[in-house]
Each structure stands twice: as structure tokens, then as C-alpha cells.
């Protein structure tokens, strides 16, 4: 097969390929650039693969950086790109069913290929546009099927997150897992539990956010890979139902993912946060999520306030209102966000008096009472009974302070 017109992306790397090629070796584009290149979709990074080793790509080109060089990779800077290099390999040591530590460089593209996860993933291209196909990648494609290079056993036992990725591209590329395949990674899903949770997050936020979400569940749950992941172990039936989500509201980011997954685990705030860490996710998408499960309880019990809205915030409520169409819910999201809209305002930074007011006027001294009035006043403003206006704030502020005096 021949690609007419290569993506924008590989004509400005071609002449990286062609300088390798000139010196005598062999250059590819490889990975997921190619099989995204096929179907059409959007690449965004293009990996190159080549005969060349290390040392040799560094004496070709001006400016590189040592990225990988143990595994083989060099960074070569072109015209403000980068491009990763990688000599082809063979990899071996795979004891601990990790990525492994001990690398061999090779100068044969089959031997490369032949040691990659899945057919559609094993796909070269070659600068004039040529695809080298050595284990039926584009017959995969064309059918949509995922199919782990060679013999699946091995595949995963050189890398267990392969089954993983398998999940996930099931669900981003809408793919089958083909049967083998499937049946190896039930075989071996405990080794999941050698992988590093960073890793497992990425491949389990890239299924919940991919086109079948749905399908990547199923097969997630099938073949029993949630067992091994942080606090998913034996939570077969509040996952299952996932399967249940809205086909035609896709998930947009990593908070809403969380937000969905605390929801139907039915956590509670504080529950969610032990829950975020086992999973090793940043403090800022905890405190996202504790917030959005928060609101989730309040409309739950029916007691969601202006105050709470305001608390919050507008991210955090979209977030929500989205995780609330993906299952389904019959909410009046519509209120929601118009009561939000309607607060007269949305940061505390708006509130017509600070600190500094509220002590150039006489009414506080320093200390812990600021911020008891400042709170005093912004509850009023948010639910409408002071009007958020500097001199009626501060007669407000007054009247609290007489009424109750700093003890
Ligand atoms: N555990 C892994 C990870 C990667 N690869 C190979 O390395 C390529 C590039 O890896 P990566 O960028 O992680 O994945 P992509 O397939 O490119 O997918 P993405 O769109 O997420 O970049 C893959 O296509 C595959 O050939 C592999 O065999 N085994
Ligand atoms: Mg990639």
C-alpha cells in the first residue's frame, strides 16, 4: 500500500528519514502516527524508527539530545521539532513484566516489528509513503481488530500495560479485541499488578474518555483487568454499571472520569479523595472531584444552596452537569447552570469589601474576626440579602460586629 498524500506532520519529518537514508541506513515512521494516518484520525507525534544506532544518528545531525539513549531513542532538533529517533530493537529481560531493562539494538525492521503490542501498531511507513506490512496490520484496520503481534502470551509478558492499552484503544479506536488475544489478557491480567498505577491511569483515563467507551467497560471488565487496578478489586457491580452509560455523551476530560467513577462507586467526599490518591491522580483533580461529589450528594438530598453553587465554581459544575448526561440522570441541569448564572457573584475577589476595607474603616482590628465577617457578608451577597455594594457591606459589617463583639 501506498499513501498518496502523507499528513503535513510527516512531510516536514521526511527529510530527517532522508538524511538517514543517505548515510545507508533504514528509516521508518512507525507507531501510532501511521495507524492514525490510515484512519484518518489526527497524529500527534511521529516517531521514527531506524538500522541507524545511537551514536550513528547523533553524528548526522546538528542538534540532539540524549532523550533514551539507553533504549535506543535520540531527540533530534529540526526547525524548532523534535523528533524521537529509535534504533530498532529487541528487547530482552522481561522478569518483571515491566518495560525492559536491557535493550538490543538490531539492524533488521522485522525484528522491531515482530517485538511491538498489537498488528495495527506494527505498521511502517517509508518517506515516499510506502507502508511496509509485515504481520497483516492493515487487513486489522480495515476490519478493526486488535490483535497483539505474534503470540500474545509473550506480548504481555514483555510488557503487562499492554493489556491495558488494549482496553483502551478498543474503546478509542472502536476496535474488537480479536478472540486470542482477548483470552491472553484474562490469562494474564494479574501481572497488571506489576505495572506502576502512573501507567495503569493513563491507559484507564484514555478508555473512559475514547469513542466506545462502553465496549472498552465490557472488555475491562471481561476479562477481570479492573481486579488489578487501585481499589477496583471486586467492584464487578457498581462498574458494571458503566455499561449503562449514555452512548451519545462522550466524557471530555480526566476530572469528569474521576467525578463519574467516585459517583458510581457511591463514595463520599472523603472516600473519594483516598480513593484519588491510591490512584496516584494530582491534588488538583481531588480537589475537583471532592467538590463535584460534594454537589452530587447535595443534589442527591436536594439541598444544593447559592453558597455551594458559588463554592463550586463554574469548571467543576460543567464537570458535573456533563457526568450527570453521561448516566442518564433526569436532573434539570438547566436550573443548575441558570441559578449559577445568576449569582451576583462568582469569585470572592468580586465581593465589593476586603480585609483591608474592613480595617481602614475602624470596624476590625487584625484577627481571626476578618474572616468570620468577610464570610458573613459574602453569604448575604449570595443569597441575596445584602446588595454587593461597598458602603452597604460596611454598614452590614458594623451592625454584626455590634451585635457580636470580639470576645
Ligand atoms: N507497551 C507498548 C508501548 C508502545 N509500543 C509500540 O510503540 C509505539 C508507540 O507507542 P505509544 O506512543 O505509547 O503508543 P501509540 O500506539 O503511538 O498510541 P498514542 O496514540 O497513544 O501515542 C506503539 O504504536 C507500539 O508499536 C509497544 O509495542 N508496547
Ligand atoms: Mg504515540
Not at 38 to 58: F, G, M, Q, R, W
Not at 126 to 146: A, N
Not at 235 to 242: F, I, M
Not at 284 to 296: A, D, K, M, Q, Y
Request: aromatic residues 8%.
Amino acid at each position: 500500500m501506498q499513501i498518496k498524500e502523507l499528513p503535513k506532520e510527516f512531510i516536514t519529518a521526511r527529510p530527517i528519514l532522508q538524511t538517514i537514508e543517505k548515510a545507508g541506513y533504514e528509516a521508518y515512521f512507525v507507531g501510532g502516527s501511521v495507524r492514525d494516518t490510515i484512519l484518518n484520525d489526527h497524529i500527534h507525534d511521529v516517531d521514527i524508527a531506524t538500522s541507524a544506532y545511537p551514536s550513528e544518528v547523533k553524528d548526522l545531525f546538528k542538534k540532539t539530545i540524549n532523550t533514551g539513549i539507553k533504549h535506543g531513542t535520540v531527540m533530534i532538533l529540526d526547525h524548532q521539532q523534535k523528533y524521537e529517533v529509535t534504533t530498532f530493537r529487541t528487547e530482552s529481560g522481561y522478569q518483571d513484566f515491566r518495560r525492559p531493562d536491557k535493550v538490543t539494538f538490531v539492524r533488521s525492521l522485522e525484528e522491531d516489528l515482530k517485538r511491538r503490542d498489537f498488528t495495527v501498531n506494527a505498521l511502517a511507513l517509508k518517506e515516499d509513503g510506502t507502508i511496509v506490512d509485515l504481520f497483516s496490520g492493515l487487513q486489522d484496520l480495515e476490519k478493526h481488530i486488535l490483535r497483539a503481534v505474534g503470540i500474545p502470551d509473550e506480548r504481555f509478558h514483555e510488557d503487562a500495560l499492554r493489556m491495558m492499552r488494549a482496553v483502551r484503544f478498543a474503546s478509542k479506536l472502536d476496535f474488537v479485541i480479536e478472540d486470542k488475544t482477548e483470552a491472553a489478557i484474562k490469562h494474564n491480567a494479574p501481572l497488571l499488578k506489576k505495572i506502576a498505577v502512573e501507567r495503569i491511569l493513563v491507559e484507564f483515563e484514555k478508555m473512559m474518555l475514547g469513542q466506545a467507551v462502553i465496549q472498552g467497560v465490557k472488555y475491562f471488565l471481561d476479562t477481570g483487568l479492573y481486579n488489578y487496578c487501585p481499589q477496583f478489586e471486586g467492584k464487578q457491580a457498581p462498574l458494571s454499571k458503566l455499561l449503562e452509560l449514555n452512548p451519545n455523551n462522550r466524557l471530555t476530560s480526566e476530572s469528569q472520569v474521576w467525578l463519574l467513577i467516585c459517583h458510581t462507586l457511591e463514595l463520599s467526599p472523603e472516600q473519594s479523595r483516598s480513593f484519588l490518591r491510591a490512584w496516584k491522580t494530582s491534588n488538583e483533580l481531588i480537589n475537583e472531584v471532592e467538590s463535584g461529589i460534594r454537589l452530587f450528594d447535595a443534589i442527591a438530598k436536594n439541598t444544593v444552596s447559592e453558597k455551594l453553587l458559588f463554592r463550586t465554581g463554574r469548571n467543576v459544575l460543567e464537570d458535573t452537569i456533563n457526568v450527570l448526561f453521561a448516566i442518564n440522570s433526569k436532573i434539570d441541569t438547566q436550573m443548575l447552570l441558570s441559578r449559577y448564572e445568576h449569582l451576583p457573584i462568582k469569585s470572592t475577589h468580586e465581593l465589593d469589601v476586603n480585609g483591608h476595607d474592613l480595617l481602614t474603616a475602624g470596624i476590625i482590628t487584625p484577627g481571626p474576626q476578618m474572616g468570620i465577617i468577610l464570610n458573613y457578608l459574602l453569604e448575604g451577597v449570595l443569597v441575596g440579602q445584602f446588595k454587593n455594594n461597598q458602603s452597604e457591606l460596611l454598614l452590614e459589617a458594623r451592625k454584626y460586629t455590634s451585635k457580636n463583639p470580639e470576645s
